[in-house]
């Protein structure tokens, strides 16, 4: 590796693997009434969220753009970029037929295309040790791009981020907005921003200052070790709701075989990026342009919207957009 900067702790992955399932709602001994109860259940008008997971669209197989190219810093034309990126994260990254797949990855290695760069994805179960130890040029993982993060690297940022709220099925609590939460117990993983939301009035999106200026009471933070155990939380009815970010969301209703829904999902005005050493600086400015090009012919929202994502897309492509 070119680079050996030192790693710091602060930086938070989204990671979530599930499989879970799950009864919804209070047992009840009475068969009429469990026939009664399957019956409304059934009929209940939650999104069609289904299928494979790991599903892809065809990988594309884009031309250099020879003004890109010419941009390129000298050692990037005979070497390839390594990104690390988690093993399985859909539909953001995950591998499938030898190659790494999800938009997060489909976009960067598109830019690389029309900059003339080879984007090779390391695999790890801990991308970021690797970066932190220069063993890779970047990582990539839906990250949210931060003023404190910025010491760390440079961000391409790609999206805004987005909160969704996962319920068990039927929505038991008829949430349909972030105000809805206020009051009641909402279960997030620790070391995600999601729960730094329900617990600190400083943090961007905080939902404590949002149910406090709307004159109701705070949602009661359940916090979870994983992901996974923020799930069985959810699906064992320790908690009313999970929060999240879209994607994530996506794929744990896809894998819970109809167990939870998405109650709602709202864009949140913080950037999140793929993060690159910030002494590929010259690099990051060519592939910013690309992904631009991404967005201005449409393949950007072609890709995004290919693995479910329709929140938080962007009309321009910044570096190191936080400001906060």
Same mark, same amino acid.
């Given at each position: 590796m070119r680079t050996s900067r030192t790693f710091l702790? +602060?930086?938070? !992955? #989204?990671?979530? $693997?599930?499989?879970?399932?799950a009864a919804c709602g209070a047992q009840v001994e009475d068969p009429e009434s469990a026939a009664a109860a399957a019956?409304?259940?059934?009929?209940?008008?939650? !999104? &069609?969220?289904?299928g494979d997971p790991f599903a892809a669209p065809e990988l594309l197989s884009l031309q250099a753009d020879e003004a890109l190219a010419d941009q390129v810093p000298a050692e990037? +034309?005979?070497?390839?970029?390594?990104?690390?990126?988690?093993? &399985?994260?859909?539909?953001?990254?995950?591998?499938?037929?030898g190659e790494q797949r999800g938009y997060e990855? &489909?976009?960067? +290695? $598109?830019?690389?295309?029309?900059?003339?760069?080879?984007v090779v994805f390391q695999q790890s179960q801990n991308a970021l040790q690797e970066y932190g130890a220069g063993q890779v040029d970047g990582i990539a993982g839906a990250f949210t791009d931060t003023l404190e993060r910025q010491e760390l690297g440079d961000f391409i940022d790609y999206s805004t981020g987005s909160r969704a709220a996962l319920t068990q099925k039927c929505n038991p609590e008829g949430i349909e907005s972030t105000e809805d939460l206020?009051?009641?117990?909402?279960?997030? $993983?620790?070391? *995600?921003?999601? #729960?730094?939301?329900?617990? &600190?009035?400083? *943090?961007?999106?905080?939902?404590? *200052?949002l149910c406090e200026e709307a004159g109701l009471p705070a949602p009661i933070p359940v916090q979870a070790d994983t992901s996974v155990s923020a799930i069985t939380s959810l699906t064992a009815g320790r908690a009313d709701a999970l929060v999240t970010g879209e994607p994530i969301a996506i794929n744990a209703v896809k894998q819970s075989?109809?167990? #939870?829904t998405i109650a709602y999902v709202e864009e949140l005005p913080v950037p999140v990026g793929v993060m690159l050493n910030k002494d590929l600086s010259g690099l990051t400015e060519v592939l910013a342009q690309a992904y631009q090009q991404l967005v201005d012919d449409g393949t950007y929202a072609d890709i995004m919207n290919s693995y479910g994502i329709e929140y938080g897309l962007l009309d321009t492509i910044t570096i190191n957009g936080a400001t906060s």
């Open positions: 702790t +602060r930086l938070l !992955p #989204l990671t979530l $693997a599930a499989g879970l399932v019956n409304t259940s059934a009929a209940c008008d939650d !999104p &069609d969220i289904s990037f +034309r005979d070497e390839p970029l390594v990104v690390g990126v988690a093993p &399985d994260l859909p539909p953001i990254n995950f591998g499938k037929d990855a &489909d976009l960067l +290695r $598109a830019a690389g295309q029309l900059a003339g760069v080879e206020c009051g009641l117990e909402v279960v997030a $993983a620790v070391g *995600t921003v999601q #729960l730094a939301q329900l617990t &600190d009035v400083e *943090t961007p999106g905080s939902l404590l *200052t075989e109809g167990e #939870l």
